[in-house]
C-alpha cells in the first residue's frame, strides 16, 4: 500500500471541544436543573469548568480507561462530564435511572465504575443500593452546597465544591481516536443488560453524520433541544453535533415530559430543532391543545426509539408548522441507523403516497451500510416487500458488548443483527414491522405486530394496543389484541376488529381482542411484550 | 488505553461509491464532453461504468499504488477515473493542463505516471513531449473511437474501446483508509511543482466537513455545478460530496469561462450550488448583462482561489437573488481551510459592517485548526489586527509534499506554513491580507497588497491590478501600482491614486502608478508577481 501523505489528526470529542471553544465559544447552553430553573451560560464557560472537572477527576484518582458514571437528567453539568471525562480518557458511563435498582446494581457492578455522578433526584436510588456498591469511591451530588440534601450516603460531596479551587488550565492528553469514550447498557427484553463502548471515533463520525442537511440537518443558526435523555445513545449525539457546528444547546433537566415546560422553552429560547421519542411529543401537544399556546420557533422534530404514528406528524404539520423526521436507530447502533428526510420530486406526491414514505423509519446516511436477511441467511432485495432481520455495518455500530465477548450478536459478514424485522424499498427507505421475537407466524407468514398496533392506535378511542402472537392449532400462531381503553370512551371487541378491516391485510384481522386496565412497559418505556405473553401464557384462541 | 468496541470500517472512497449506489443509485450527473454536448446518466451508470474501467485498468497491468495520469476538463470519463484508480488501490493524478509544457513533463516523470487519460483538446500538448515521458506505457483519449483525433503517438486508444468488453462486476479491494487515492501538483511561483497526495481518510473526511449546513451546505436535492476543475484540489470534493449526499452533479467540460454555456446549463439543469474562482463569475455575469437572461434555480455560489470583489457579490445577490460565499484554501489544505457563512444575528447588521464579513475569507471548519504567526514565531491573538503567516493543521492537510520530503513545509508543531498572511478576528472570521513573499514592508510595518489591488479594481476605468513592493531608500520598500485600463477607458496617475485616498490607510498610498497592456499570469490563473518583479527590477521611486 502507498500511504497518502496527509496528516492524520485524531477524531476525538477534545478536537470538538477545542474547535467550539474557539470558533464558537459564545455559544449558548441553557439549562433546567433541580437547583436552577433557568441556567444559562456559554460553550466558553462550559469548557473551562470542564477542565475544572478535569483536574478534580485527576485528584479523585481517576485513570484513563476508568470509568465514571453519571445517573443524571439533560442539564450543563451532565454536558461538562459529557467533554471531560472522555477528554482526561477515561469513560462517560451514563446510567438509565428509569432502570430497576437490581438492574442498576449489576450495570455499576458489571462496568467497574469508580466514581458517580448523581443527580439529587436519584439519590435515594443509590441510597437502597449503597452497601452493595464497592467499586464506587465518591458519589458526587449534582448540586452546589446550599442545595445539597441529606444523605447517609458516604464519601459524597456536591459537585460544585468537588470542582471548586481547581485550576481551570488542563493539559487534554492526545488521545488515539480509537480510545473508549463513552459507555451505555441496553436493557433487553431478557437476560442482563448489555454495555456499549463508544469510541471518541466512532462519537465524531456519528456526529459529522448527525448534522448533514439530509439528516438532523444542525447549522449554528439553529437552538437545539434534545429531549432524548443523556442517559441514553449520548442523546442521539446531540451534545456532541451541536458543539461541533457551534449551534445553541437547550437541556430540560427533569422537564422531559412536561408539556407546560417544553412549550415555555421553546418560546422563550427559540428552539428551532427537538429530538424525542412519540410519548414526549404526545405530551407536548397535549398541553398545546389545552393551553392554545404556540411554538412558533420550532421547525422540525425527530422522533425515534418507536414508530411515530401518523395522528402525531399531522397535528404538529398541520397545527404548528412542525416538519416531523421519523429515524430508527439502537443502542447498538450509535444510534442513528436511518433517518426519513424525502428525496427529490418527494414533496409533490399525493398525501396518500408521501404519508406512507414519512411512516417508514428513513435512509441509511452515508457510514452505515444496512442490509435486509432472511431467517436462512439470504440478503433480501430492496423490494418493499420482502422482510428479515436488518443487520448493519458502520463507524458507529458495536464490534461486541462490554465484557461481553461470547454474546453471538454479529453475523458471520461482521454485520450487527439487531433483532428488528423489516423491508427495504427500491428508494432506499427502511419500514420496521416488528422485533423479530415479536414476529407472529401464521401458516407460514409473517404477521406484524407493529402494524396491528399501529392500525389499532389510530382508533380514538384506544389508548394504547398491543398485540401478541398466541397459539393455534391450526395456524400455528394467531395475533391477539391487547386494548387499553382511552378514558370515557366505550369500545366492543367486534368495533375495534371492524375497524381494522381495510387497514390490514385480511388474514392478519385476530380473531379476539381483550381489553386490560394498563400494558406492562420496560424499563425504556416500551411495551414489554415478554411481561405480555407471560400474563396470556394460558390464553386459547381456539 | 482502553479501546472502544465500535466497528472500524475505514473511510474510503468506495465507501462513498458503494452508498450512493446503493441508495441514489439514481441520481442524475449530467456532462459536456468534447463528443457530447449533453450527456446524461446516474450514479449507478457512472459506477458500473467505473467497475469496467477498474478491470480494464488491472487488464492494463496497474498495480495498486500505481499513479494513473488526467489531463481533463470535468466532464463523467474523468468522474468515472476519480472513483475506479483510487478504488482499485491505484492513484489518481491530475494534471493540469494550463502548465507549461515543461511543468507538464517534470510533473508527469516525477510522479511516475504509468497511464495517462487525456481530453482530445490536450493530447497536442502530449504529443509535444512525446519522446519525453517514457513511464507512460499507454495513453487512453476520453473519448469514443468515432470520435477519435489522429494521433503520431504510439499505444494509444479511445477509452470506450479501452473499458469496453470489459465484466462489469468488480472486486474492489478492502483498502486501508490512508491509502494514497489521488496526486495534485501545485505550482509555486518558484522552483518545481511539488506535488500534494491525498489519503481516501482525508477526501471523506473533507467531504464529510464540505456538506456541512454552515459550509457547502450540500443536499440530495441540490444540483451543483463545480466550475472549478476538477484537476484542481479534487474540484474541492465535489464529485465526492455530492455522492456521499446523493446531489445531482453537472459537469460543464471546456465551458468552463463560457458565460452562455454557464448560463444554459443552470436554467435547463436547475442548478441551485455553483463553485468557482472570480474569473469564472465575471464571465458569467457579463454574458447575463449583455444577454439580459437568467439564472433563476441558483441559490449560491461559492467563490475560492482568489478575493472575490464586493462588485461580483452585490451583482449576484442583487440582480439575481444568489448567495456569495467566500473560501479559502489551497492544495495543500485539501482545499477547505475556511468557508464564510454568517453567524446567527450577522444577518441583521448594516450593510457595510455585513459587507467587511462577508469579504473576509470564512471560518474554519470542524477537522481545521489555524492559527496565525507572527515573524517571530508567536501565535497572534484572534483580534482582527494581528497579523502573521496563516499555519493550519487538520486531516484534509498535507504532511510533506510527494517524494519531497526535505521541503521545510511545516512549523515545529507540525502546522503547515501555508505562506498567506493574514488576520483572524474574534469571531473567527480570517481575512488573507497578502502571500508572505508579496507583502510590501515600509517603515517597518506592513502593507497589503491585496488590499491595494482591491481598492483600486473597485475603478470603473481598471480592468485590473497589481502591488508590488519596490525599493525605497527611506521606507526600505514602498508599493508600486500597476494597472490596465478597461477597454475604452481614460484614467490617469492621479485620478487613480486620489481614488485610493479614504479606501486604505493614507502611508499605504503608493507614490506611483504605471499602465501596461496587460498583467502576467501564472499557469492556474493568478497574477504573476514574481514575472512582475523581474520587468519592474529597475524601477526607482526616488
Not at 457551534?246 to 422553552?265: H, R
Amino acid at each position: 500500500m502507498l500511504p497518502g501523505q496527509m496528516m492524520n489528526q485524531p477524531l476525538t470529542i477534545t478536537s470538538i471541544m477545542r474547535f467550539a471553544e474557539q470558533v464558537y465559544g459564545g455559544g449558548e447552553i441553557v439549562s433546567i436543573t433541580a437547583d436552577n430553573p433557568r441556567h444559562r451560560y456559554t460553550y466558553t464557560d462550559a469548557f473551562r469548568r470542564a477542565r475544572l472537572l478535569a483536574n478534580a477527576l485527576k485528584a479523585a484518582g481517576v485513570q484513563q480507561g476508568d470509568r465514571v458514571a453519571t445517573l443524571a437528567w439533560n442539564d450543563y453539568r451532565h454536558f461538562e462530564l459529557y467533554y471531560a471525562v472522555p477528554c482526561s480518557g477515561a469513560v462517560c458511563h451514563t446510567i438509565n435511572p428509569r432502570l430497576f435498582p437490581e438492574q442498576v446494581e449489576y450495570i455499576i457492578k458489571h462496568a467497574d465504575d469508580k466514581l458517580i455522578f448523581v443527580d439529587p433526584a436519584f439519590l435515594p436510588l443509590l441510597e437502597a443500593l449503597e452497601h452493595k456498591l464497592s467499586s464506587i469511591q465518591q458519589v458526587i451530588v449534582l448540586t452546589d452546597a446550599c442545595h445539597m440534601p441529606q444523605t447517609p450516603l458516604k464519601n459524597v460531596r456536591d459537585y460544585e465544591s468537588f470542582i471548586a479551587h481547581h485550576s481551570d488550565s488542563f493539559n487534554w492528553p492526545e488521545l488515539d481516536e480509537n480510545t473508549a469514550s463513552s459507555l451505555c447498557y441496553t436493557s433487553g427484553t431478557t437476560g442482563h443488560p448489555k454495555g456499549v463502548l463508544y469510541s471518541h471515533r466512532s462519537c465524531v463520525l456519528h456526529s459529522y453524520a448527525a448534522v448533514m442537511p439530509d439528516a438532523m440537518n444542525i447549522s449554528c443558526h439553529d437552538v437545539l433541544m434534545p429531549i432524548v435523555p443523556m442517559f441514553h445513545v449520548n442523546a442521539w449525539s446531540t451534545p456532541f453535533a451541536t458543539a461541533m457546528v457551534g449551534a445553541k444547546l437547550v437541556l430540560p433537566g427533569s422537564k422531559m415530559g412536561d408539556g407546560e415546560a417544553l412549550q415555555s422553552l421553546i418560546e422563550l429560547e427559540k428552539i428551532t430543532i427537538s429530538a424525542g421519542v412519540p410519548t414526549v411529543w404526545l405530551a407536548l401537544l397535549s398541553y398545546l391543545r389545552d393551553s392554545g399556546k404556540t411554538i412558533d420557533s420550532l421547525q422540525r422534530v425527530l422522533v425515534g426509539g418507536a414508530a411515530c404514528p401518523l395522528s402525531i406528524m399531522e397535528e404538529f404539520e398541520h397545527k404548528h408548522g412542525v416538519y416531523t423526521h421519523h429515524a430508527w436507530g439502537m443502542t447498538e447502533t450509535g444510534p442513528m441507523g436511518t433517518f426519513n428526510s424525502l428525496k427529490p420530486g418527494m414533496d409533490k406526491l399525493a398525501k396518500e403516497q408521501l404519508d406512507k414514505i414519512k411512516l417508514k423509519q428513513g435512509r441509511p446516511v452515508y457510514g452505515v451500510d444496512l442490509r435486509i436477511v432472511d431467517e436462512d441467511g439470504n440478503t433480501q432485495p430492496w423490494d418493499g416487500e420482502s422482510k428479515g432481520e436488518v443487520r448493519i455495518k458502520g463507524n458507529w455500530v458495536c464490534s461486541a458488548y462490554y465484557r461481553h465477548e461470547g454474546e453471538a450478536s454479529h453475523d458471520g459478514d461482521g454485520y450487527f443483527r439487531t433483532g428488528d424485522v423489516a423491508s427495504m424499498d427500491p428508494l432506499g427507505y427502511l419500514l420496521i414491522t416488528d422485533r423479530s421475537k415479536d414476529v407472529i407466524k401464521s401458516g407460514g407468514e409473517w404477521i406484524s405486530s407493529i402494524d396491528l398496533e399501529n392500525a389499532a392506535v389510530s382508533h380514538p378511542a384506544v389508548a394504547e394496543a398491543a398485540v401478541i402472537g398466541v397459539p393455534h392449532p391450526k395456524w400455528s400462531e394467531r395475533p391477539l389484541l391487547i386494548v387499553v381503553k382511552a378514558p370515557e370512551t366505550d369500545l366492543s371487541k367486534e368495533e375495534i376488529l371492524a375497524f381494522l378491516d381495510g387497514k390490514v391485510a385480511k388474514w392478519w384481522i385476530p380473531e379476539d381482542a381483550v381489553f386490560v386496565d394498563a400494558i406492562p412497559h420496560t424499563a425504556t418505556g416500551k411495551i414489554s411484550k415478554k411481561d405480555l405473553r407471560i400474563k396470556f401464557a394460558d390464553y386459547s384462541s381456539a
